[in-house]
């Protein structure tokens, strides 16, 4: 079956955050994202789990979408203005889908 | 002083508190004790609609005065200046740079809805009536705080990331929307409407402030763990003494404001609490290169436990003594 080249890009950040983040996607002309619940961590800042949590301050999810190849520097210039001082990661990696349209 | 170490004592052995110290003391021994992510929030969004209400309902009862929107302006002039005073406290007793000291100040000028529950809930055992009204002005005391660790920030010429959909998250938060909401139901309804769904929202109310606490004794106590090290003994002892001075400001402002007993045990003890919900996730946005382990364990895991075992007994037999309640 023909396939396509894309790049998925996760972006794991602060909860408080998503709304910002998800917008700014949005204006940079991503068409579609998936936003996913993290449950636990560890990384620079330290251990972090979803148990217990009272405050929405804390909590972390991840955004993740697909996109063509050339939209990757726009998104990623977008992205990084809204995540630069915040907790997190951002990861890019190749992938293929198969409805280049949709995408 | 006997009574207010007898009034402590009843405090420390009520199912209130203890169920606060099962949470910690399971948190602390790393028992897998747990209340699930979303019982915890209908137990809360119980506690917020029964407390609203009952508070719009005693409004509808008594009429609304002069005294509220007093009352409204005190306490926002109270969470304005609250965090400057935290904010000198700090900076005095611990080593704590302008960045953190801002932001945990701002938690002090905030509240803590739980804890003012929790008041409302002793008050109640006592037989002393307070004035309805103060559920609206617990929620006008939520946000200017936050202005205020803004403005301390900014004095120091740090960036601080305000936004309109910042300011729609704070003043629109869910905790704010329910309870101001709730407020506003049982001031339509009054007394007729409380009657009607009273067996749901006044016999269960301190079985349910139980569990609710028996979580956040969870929460606090894991909270403890994780931000052992994030604390020293000068914020400690800020976390405990920060309270006291905020409730003596809370009863010198319900003293003007010619607020009754129960009325000046609230305001302070809303004076005393420290925010856990709103101020974070605001700090967190705003001022993200402060660290929340510092401002989450002093709110969470050191004034919020001493404003409910020692801190409420304490400003009610204050109010009592001053007031003559």
Known sequence: MQTHKAKRVEITIEQVMQTRLTRTLRGAGVTGYTVLPVRAGSGRSGEWSRSGQISRAEGMVQVVCIIRPDRLDTLLEAAFAVVERHIGVVCVTDCEVLRAERF | ?325
């Open chain 2, 1 to 325: 002083m006997t009574d207010i170490l007898a009034l402590a004592a009843d405090n420390l052995i009520s199912p209130i508190v203890l169920s606060f110290a099962l949470g910690l003391a399971a948190a602390l021994a790393r028992s897998d004790l747990s209340v699930p992510e979303a019982a915890a929030k209908a137990l809360s969004i119980y506690l917020l609609f029964a407390i609203g209400f009952k508070g719009g309902v005693s409004v509808a009862d008594h009429g609304i005065d002069l005294k509220l929107g007093l009352s409204l302006l005190g306490g926002v002039a109270l969470s304005a200046l609250l965090p400057l005073l935290a904010f000198m406290l700090l900076r005095m007793m611990s080593p704590m740079d302008r960045l953190n000291a801002a932001a945990v100040a701002g938690h002090y000028g905030s509240i803590s809805i739980v804890t003012f529950v929790a008041a409302t809930s002793v008050l109640e055992s006592s037989g002393i009536a307070a004035e309805g009204y103060m559920v609206a002005v617990a929620a006008a005391m939520e946000a200017p705080a936050i202005l205020s660790a803004l403005w301390l920030v900014s004095r120091g010429e740090k960036n601080a990331r305000m936004d309109s959909g910042l300011w729609r998250e704070i003043l629109l938060n869910g905790s704010i929307v329910l309870l101001v909401g709730a407020f506003l139901i049982g001031f339509i309804t009054g007394p007729e409407g409380l009657e009607e769904i009273s067996s749901f929202i006044v016999a269960p109310f301190k079985g349910v402030l139980c569990l609710f606490l028996l979580d956040m004794g969870l929460v606090a106590g894991r909270g403890m763990q994780k931000g052992r090290g994030a604390l020293g003994i000068g914020a400690v002892a800020f976390g405990l003494l920060m309270p006291l001075l905020g409730a003596t400001a809370g009863l010198l402002t319900a003293l003007l404001l010619g607020l009754s007993t129960g009325g000046a045990v609230l305001l302070m003890t809303l004076s005393a609490s420290a925010s856990y919900i709103a101020v974070p996730a605001a700090m967190r946005v705003a001022l993200p290169e402060a660290n929340p382990s510092i401002y989450l364990t002093l709110s969470l895991g050191v004034t919020f436990p001493f404003n409910l075992t020692l801190g409420i007994p304490i400003y009610l037999a204050a109010a009592q003594t001053v007031t003559g309640g």
